[in-house]
């Protein structure tokens, strides 16, 4: 670490990995096919509803055969091809794939407009895409006449991926040998469009090296999750994007550590819970609206049988469980002491396995990332049994620049820099990250180079954070979304977003005030936590435009602002609130893909609300 002026400004760990100097991603399944071949890699869901294993060997094969199709269809090293497609095996099949041939493979969200999509395609200059089904097609085909690069669209669900397996059968299996051969760690892997709040999405041009300095490091930093301390093969159910780095990284960990990978295309909550039921998995890639969703929906089944005062002590209980965890990793506590260990053990089987049985019964770990978790939420899971690995990280660092080291949580921080990562803190708070996993640049079309971005080695995040004095990071909000008041005072809206999104009642928020004389804040309501909330009250009559007059409600949601106004000052407080009636979604154009608000595009569509809240 190093301080300037009794400040940590500066933070860096070592490497646990050595970096890689030959090869490519494209080597992973073939190493494992020849150094554990019977080692199950991942489980594939069958039609019935039952999870089939597939061994390394399998998969290998499968990559093999889909990498030849590729070749016979005139596919040549360096083109871009696109998917877009839900979490699908299909999505990591051909991944691997077209990597084994030397291609780019770029990503696009599945949920993506026409127009983010030809432009995806035109920038990255994609010679193929490969869509899901007919949704995307619809999306994608009427946009061809303005692909003139476009050669090949493809659709799993009429059968593509046995047509490439099909066509490749002629093609001998030197060819691809060959291709994966003159791969190195510095040649392009991939090119992720940032969704952007603002703008057109630039291109993230992450190389195989990028990817092997961010799994490898942690694969060693995350021992019990990635490798498994208990009886419990380690296995993880992904149903995050695999057009989001977050999702892809833990793909790309998973098959590197041979750790048995399933894919979950659905959200929804009830298609969801069935999946993760059947696969079981023992650790989790989640963001926080995830967790926060598991952790209400708990809390609404427990007021529909009249046992909230129960659920909340046994919330309280864990809450003081894991923070006294906390203390003791750290030498700053004796532990639980024994009645909090008899409280824990009355509400394991009531509460808290309850909760983990919603995530398969078998989850003792969780990986959280996309946007700040809070310590309420962190220290329930690590008191209900589920410790909470928080981490830090963009699209330019290949995921995690930093996670909560083992047998070392903070909670409410993001963990120390990942090993081979040094985190800076500049002079106007902004965090300046350097590692191995920071992306070569963001993609030129016109040169198809990469263009640095870095000064001096450090990337430049356009968050704002602070380090401890232990070397432990928090982010505290974006630098372009700090709010000047009128007044001159400045807030960072992100602390109270996060607290009030936690709520049951909400679902998005954003704080304005920007040259305003007090800050305010635009709500909306969460589908789920509202409904329970009317079947409660016996509301279900009321039509959303009284609703969000409703004295009753607005009382609710009022105790929930001033709870978040007790994180900041009187002059960061929230004075005002309006409950909107409409929901924020990425389909209404008020979300990115990975959840963030478009600031400019809600305050443009709900200006006549925004103006009421400052009206005398």
Request: charged share 25%; net charge neutral.
């Amino acid at each position: 670490m190093i301080r300037m002026g009794g400040v940590v400004r500066e933070a860096s760990v070592p490497a646990l990995a050595r970096p890689v100097r030959r090869g490519s991603l494209a080597d992973i399944p073939f190493d494992n096919a020849r150094e554990a071949p019977a080692d199950v890699v991942l489980g594939r869901k069958q039609p019935d509803g039952s999870w089939r294993d597939m061994s390394a060997a399998e998969f290998a094969a499968d990559v093999l055969a889909v990498a030849k199709g590729l070749v016979a269809e005139g596919l040549r090293p360096g083109d871009r091809i696109a998917i877009m497609s839900r979490t699908t095996y299909e999505w990591t099949l051909l991944d691997f794939a077209s990597w084994a041939v030397g291609l780019v493979t770029v990503p696009i969200y599945p949920t993506s407009s026409a127009f983010q999509t030809r432009w995806i395609l035109q920038d990255s200059g994609a010679v193929a895409c490969a869509i899901e089904s007919a949704e995307q097609a619809r999306v994608v085909s009427p946009e061809r006449q303005n692909l003139p690069d476009l050669a090949h669209l493809w659709e799993f669900d009429t059968g593509a991926v046995d047509r490439l397996r099909a066509v490749g059968r002629k093609v001998p299996d030197e060819v691809v040998v060959a291709r994966r051969s003159g791969l190195a760690p510095e040649s392009v892997a991939t090119l992720i469009y940032t969704s952007g709040t603002t703008g057109r999405p630039k291109g993230c041009v992450l190389t195989h090296a990028n990817f092997f300095a961010e799994v490898d490091n942690a694969i060693e930093l995350l021992h019990p999750v990635f490798k498994s301390v208990s009886k419990d093969p380690a296995s993880t159910l992904l149903f995050l994007p695999l057009a989001h780095v977050f999702g892809r990284m833990v793909a790309v960990g998973c098959m590197r550590a041979r750790v048995r990978l399933g894919h979950a295309p659905s959200i929804a909550t009830e298609e969801l819970l069935a999946d993760l039921a059947g696969f079981r998995p023992t650790f989790l890639l989640a963001i926080p609206y995830v967790l926060e969703k598991v952790y209400n929906t708990g809390r609404a089944t427990a007021e529909r049988m009249g046992r909230v005062a129960s659920f909340d002590r046994a919330a309280r209980i864990a809450r003081r469980y894991g923070q006294a965890l906390e203390a003791q990793e750290h030498g700053m506590g004796p532990g639980p002491g024994l009645g909090l260990r008899a409280a824990r053990k009355l509400y394991d089987p009531l509460v808290y396995r309850r909760i983990r049985a919603a995530l398969g019964g078998r989850v003792t770990y969780a990986i959280c990332g996309g946007s700040p978790l809070g310590r309420t939420l962190a220290s329930f899971y690590a008191g209900a049994g589920i410790e909470i690995f928080e981490g830090y990280g963009l699209t330019e660092t290949t995921a995690a620049a930093t996670v909560t080291p083992p047998l070392k949580p903070r909670l409410g921080t993001v963990g120390w820099p990942l090993p081979g990562t040094g985190v800076r803190i500049a002079d106007d708070g902004e965090v300046l990250l350097r590692g191995g996993q920071v992306f070569s640049g963001y993609w030129d079309h016109e040169r198809q180079v990469a263009v640095d971005m870095t000064e001096r080695g450090w990337f430049a995040t356009g968050d704002l954070g602070a380090l401890d004095d232990d070397g432990y990071l928090t982010i505290t909000g974006r630098k372009k979304d700090i709010i000047i008041t009128s007044v001159g005072k400045n807030v960072a809206p992100a602390p109270l977003e996060d607290w009030l999104r936690a709520h049951p009642l909400v679902g998005q928020c954003m704080v304005v005030g920007d040259n305003r004389p007090y800050i305010t804040a635009l709500l909306t309501l969460e589908p789920d936590g509202l409904a329970h909330w009317l079947r409660m009250t016996g509301k279900q009559d009321v039509p959303m435009s009284a609703l969000v007059e409703d004295e009753e409600l607005r009382g609710t949601i009022q105790k929930a602002v001033d709870e978040a106004n007790r994180l900041v000052s009187r002059a960061e407080s929230i004075r005002r609130f309006a409950i909107l009636p409409v929901d924020f979604t990425e389909a209404g154009g008020h979300l990115t893909p990975s959840l963030k608000l478009k600031r400019p595009v809600v305050a443009r569509d709900f200006a006549k609300e925004m103006e009421k809240l400052y009206e005398r």
